[in-house]
């Protein structure tokens, strides 16, 4: 399905969130699930947790936060990930509600499978399902993390092994 789903608006789901989206709203105006979720998303949070601890941010570049985070070298940018993971995972239950996803929600590409084990210890899940009256709803829906390199590709050619009934 066509669509541009990562320009819809970011909708917070906690108080340290919602800090964010007014320190992100003073900087951008219109704040998109995107400006969290993609690109310079990691480091938007990063630089949002800096300012709101009345610190200097030291990382620039996503990969730089997602490094120091990963080793346990800076309580933000771990802090970043985990806001992360959470933003992630109720943009995605959001999508599994708004699209009826009763086969599953795939997450690929990007920053995630960079930190595959991270992500799957996090709250993604719990917020994928935090949705009131709902929560049972989308406990039943299953979420894949796609790690391939080229899933791409290796769709396309089990679709014309199929297609030419090649084994």
Same mark, same amino acid.
């Given at each position: 399905?066509?669509?541009?789903?990562?320009?819809?608006?970011?909708?917070?789901?906690?108080?340290?969130?919602?800090?964010?989206?007014? $320190?992100?709203?003073?900087?951008?105006?219109? *704040?998109?699930?995107?400006?969290?979720?993609?690109?310079? =998303?990691? *480091?938007?949070?990063?630089?949002?947790?800096?300012? #709101?601890? =009345? @610190?200097?941010?030291?990382?620039?570049?996503?990969?730089?936060?997602?490094?120091? !985070? /990963?080793?346990?070298?800076?309580?933000?940018? #771990?802090?970043? $990930?985990?806001?992360?993971?959470?933003?992630? =995972?109720?943009? !995605?239950?959001? #999508?599994?509600?708004? /699209?009826?996803?009763?086969?599953?929600? +795939?997450? !690929?590409?990007?920053?995630?499978?960079? %930190?595959?084990?991270? %992500?799957?210890?996090?709250? %993604?899940?719990? +917020?994928?399902?935090?949705?009131?009256?709902? @929560?049972?709803?989308?406990?039943?829906?299953?979420? +894949?993390?796609?790690?391939?390199?080229?899933?791409? $590709?290796?769709? !396309?050619? *089990? +679709?014309?092994?199929?297609? /030419?009934?090649?084994?």
């Amino acid at each position: 399905m066509d669509g541009e789903g990562g320009h819809v608006s970011f909708a917070p789901n906690t108080r340290e969130q919602a800090d964010i989206l007014l $320190l992100l709203q003073e900087q951008f105006g219109h *704040v998109s699930a995107e400006r969290i979720l993609a690109g310079q =998303g990691l *480091v938007n949070l990063y630089h949002s947790l800096c300012r #709101l601890e =009345g @610190k200097q941010p030291v990382f620039h570049e996503p990969k730089e936060v997602t490094g120091a !985070a /990963l080793a346990n070298e800076c309580p933000l940018a #771990l802090r970043s $990930l985990n806001i992360f993971c959470e933003v992630m =995972g109720g943009f !995605a239950g959001n #999508l599994a509600l708004n /699209l009826s996803c009763i086969g599953g929600v +795939y997450i !690929a590409g990007g920053i995630v499978p960079r %930190f595959v084990d991270f %992500f799957q210890a996090s709250d %993604f899940r719990k +917020y994928f399902e935090d949705k009131g009256r709902f @929560k049972s709803y989308l406990a039943s829906i299953p979420t +894949y993390l796609i790690i391939h390199d080229n899933p791409g $590709l290796l769709g !396309a050619s *089990v +679709y014309l092994r199929q297609e /030419l009934n090649i084994i």
